[in-house]
């Protein structure tokens, strides 16, 4: 998108947000400036499912990215079935365009028409989740929480690490997150490749950046790839590198990271430039997607197991777990492993890498604010937290897609060799949601039977070998007073960025052109945004 008419989204975005207050709309009846009680010590009632009810509530939300060309939408999914039958509880879902999420929620938000739940990441929400409570789209949910969730207000009782993460700096409660139970479970992303060429060009696993270069090269001129290397341009271009893949091994990320105490910001950093001149360099001599800047995931999907590219940045599950039966269908000889991520010189240790919080900004839900209907919601959200809710989150329906041996869940081959033909990832999305993100805390033994392959079980434990926990910013949030300004001044920067990323790694701008650039982050305030990033870090030190 170009830079106006991004800055008129924005501008626009903040103007709903900052003068539209829908009726009836506030978790503290109406009185924003209210501090909400943040004691979670008193018992709230206890639910027996499935409810009695005639009432149908309305979620909004994406299917998960493996459903995309299996199912079109959540009725014709047997989780979202059974998860009604096991609540008693009717639920009509509508799910946005697929890459469209945020298009959609601000289409949504600017109408008005509001369902009864909202799965979406409010840190994205112009100035957090704190400004849309205040602005009357979602619901503080303290009150709520402590009268009718009483297995989601038990686990953060038993958890105040993770009860830290899960509130604004105001102390409001103000989703249903998705919660991961376990260390093991906060890295699945990292650079893959395919190890069945390398072995036949007698490669090893690329560690350096030199070595991804002549890699890269090999690939191009040996194995006839048309796109060595190539990563999901949508719905940001090289938004997969936020986590320092590549542009880390140059000691910068692509967004904040944390250093000696204090914020920085990737792009504004002399790694950048270095990070450009690599791509840059990549793209001319074709090792580097040509295409790179429209690339979405069906793309993905079919230049890699086409052969068309032999490198990218996936998942252990969705990425790995997804290609893999494919590719071997083809060729049984084929692999896709996991590379580490890369350095400049071998045998160091990556700066940074794909780190999740305990609490992910994927998959939280949040009720609307003129839902009419909030305590019910919380009863159908609060069941997902429950023994038997966890148990048909993580692993399904038993006797459809688990079966207890020795009383352990183990996935059926419905899941596991799915007679449709369908991989795994894709398989289990239909009948679980353990092997994505939602309202639930997530159990490690979903991921120990979900990375069947001995690739995917490496994966992690390759991608885990970074120092991203010495750099990572936690989920902070600006005070409502800083979110518009935040909101624009980001507006504008990520703009820049991504022109300036797009046009000197394509070659439309000279390296040079980065200096001038520089200048102009500054000049639209990029200083007063780490400012506030700062500020917030601050507070939520002192949660």
Known sequence: MRRASRKIMFSLMTFLLAGSTLAGCSGNNGNNEAAPSTD????????????????????????????????????????????????????????????????SFNVMLASGELPDMLEYNFFGFPGGPEKAIKD???????D??????????????????????????????????????????????????????????????????????????????????????????????????????????????????????????????????????????????????????????????????????????????GGIGKWTPIIKEKDPTASIIAAPYPVLEKGTTPKFGQRDYFMSTGGMVAISATSKNAELAVKLLDYGYSEAGSMLFNFGTEGVSYTLENGE???????????????????????????????????????EQYLNLPEQQEAVATWQK????????PLVTPTPEESAEFANIMADVNTLVDEMTLKIILGTEPLEAYDGYLDKLQSVKLSRAIEIKQAALERYLQR
């Open 409 to 447: 869940p183990v996935f059926t081959d419905l899941l596991m060799n799915n007679p449709e033909k369908l991989a795994p990832a894709q398989a289990m999305s239909l009948y679980i949601r353990g092997n994505t993100m939602g309202p639930f805390v997530s159990d490690k033994r979903v991921s």
């Open 466 to 473: 970074t120092d991203m926990a010495k750099y990572q910013i």
């Open 136 to 142: 009357g789209y979602i619901l503080e949910l303290n």
């Open 144 to 317: 709520l929480i402590d009268k009718y969730a009483p297995n989601y207000k038990k686990y953060l009782q038993e958890h105040p690490e993770v009860e830290k993460m899960v509130k604004t700096d105001n102390g409001s409660y103000y989703a249903f997150p998705f919660i991961r139970g376990d260390e093991s479970l906060l890295t699945f992303q990292g650079p893959v490749i395919r190890k069945d060429w390398l072995d036949e060009l007698g490669l090893p696993v690329p560690e350096t950046i030199d070595e991804w270069t002549a890699t890269l090269k090999a690939f191009k001129e040996k194995k006839g790839a048309a796109a060595p290397i190539s990563f999901v341009g949508k719905p940001r271009v090289f938004n997969e590198l936020g986590n320092g893949a590549f542009v880390g091994a140059f000691g910068v990320t692509r967004d904040f990271y944390l250093e000696d105490g204090k914020v920085k910001f990737g792009p504004a950093e002399p790694g950048y430039k270095e990070f450009l001149s690599l791509f840059r360099q990549w793209y001319a001599e074709g090792l580097l997607d040509k295409d790179v800047a429209t690339v979405d995931s069906k793309v993905m999907d079919a230049n890699i197991t086409s052969g068309a590219t032999g490198a990218t940045w996936g998942n252990s599950g």
């Open 40 to 103: 979670i010590s008193a018992e709230p009632v206890a639910v027996t499912y499935p409810i009695e009810t005639d009432k149908t509530l309305t979620y909004w939300g994406a299917l998960p990215n493996a459903l995309t060309g299996v199912r079109s939408e959540h009725a014709e999914v047997p989780f979202y079935q059974e998860w009604q039958k096991q609540t008693g509880i009717k639920v009509n879902f509508t799910a946005p365009p697929t890459n469209q999420i945020d298009e």
